[in-house]
């Protein structure tokens, strides 16, 4: 699985924008990029996947540029309940054995009114 | 949306006792996972369980672990001989196929503190 960096943390204010941006240099051509998000005490909970260009749900959207080394999760106008640790994945779904996901630190986002 | 269960969300024993963390995957859903997360440190994955079997388990999942499916709706994690180094927050997952675009639905996760 390729290895990922992203911040460790975060700041922002309700009814900004924020860009969390994943590095990933070792992405391999089938690899899908994964964002999940995890609140304290909870599971982690799916957000965005993606392989390349842009993707958008009703939560946030998901920026990754042709060479695919990176990628930026989106959020748009947070509010304090986005406050949570935000997870980048990158991995090929059919080769990661049942989706044995691997997480890593995260980046722990704070949102304050 | 749909909601994997967990039960019990806290549990506490006495070290070398068996635990059992039960589960409710989402219904429709054919393949079933148990991670954990000791406090302040990462998701990492224990196992992986379709059609009644283990299909890959991680080194943390030794002797001491067992899974099962004893019905048609949960899914179980068994520790045999609870270790202090056990404490942590059991989640499990569930995912409807494998497929490209197919996400995890996660529980609320079962604190367990072993004393």
């Known amino acids: 699985l390729a290895k990922t960096t992203q911040p460790i943390s975060m700041d922002s204010y309700e009814g900004q924008e924020v860009n969390i941006t994943c590095s990933h240099n070792n992405i391999a051509t089938n690899d899908y990029i994964t964002w999940y998000q995890q609140f304290p005490s909870q599971g982690p909970r799916f957000i965005i996947q993606?392989?390349?260009t842009k993707v958008t749900n009703e939560v946030a959207s998901l920026f990754i540029p042709a060479d695919r080394k990176s990628s930026t999760l989106s959020l748009p106008r947070v509010s304090l309940s986005d406050t949570a640790v935000y997870y980048c994945l990158v991995g090929d779904p059919m080769n990661t054995g049942f989706q044995k996901l691997v997480f890593g630190t995260g980046t722990r986002l704070l949102v304050s009114p | 949306e749909p909601e994997v269960t967990q039960t019990p969300s806290h549990q506490v024993t006495q070290m070398g006792q068996e635990v059992i963390l039960r589960c409710v995957p989402i219904?429709?859903?054919?393949?079933f996972y148990w991670y954990r997360q000791i406090l302040g440190q990462k998701v990492e994955f224990l196992v992986s369980?379709?059609?009644?079997?283990?299909?890959?388990k991680s080194e943390i999942f030794d002797d001491q672990f067992s899974v099962e499916r004893p019905d048609g709706s949960n899914f179980t994690l068994k520790i045999r001989s609870t270790k202090l180094e056990d404490s942590a927050m059991y989640f499990c997952?569930?995912?409807?196929?494998?497929?490209?675009?197919?996400?995890?639905?996660f529980g609320s996760g079962t604190q367990l503190s072993v004393l």
């Open positions: 997952a569930s995912s409807r196929v494998q497929s490209e675009n197919e996400k995890l639905f």
């Open positions: 219904s429709n859903h054919l393949y």
């Open positions: 993606g392989y390349k």
């Open positions: 369980f379709y059609n009644n079997e283990i299909s890959e």
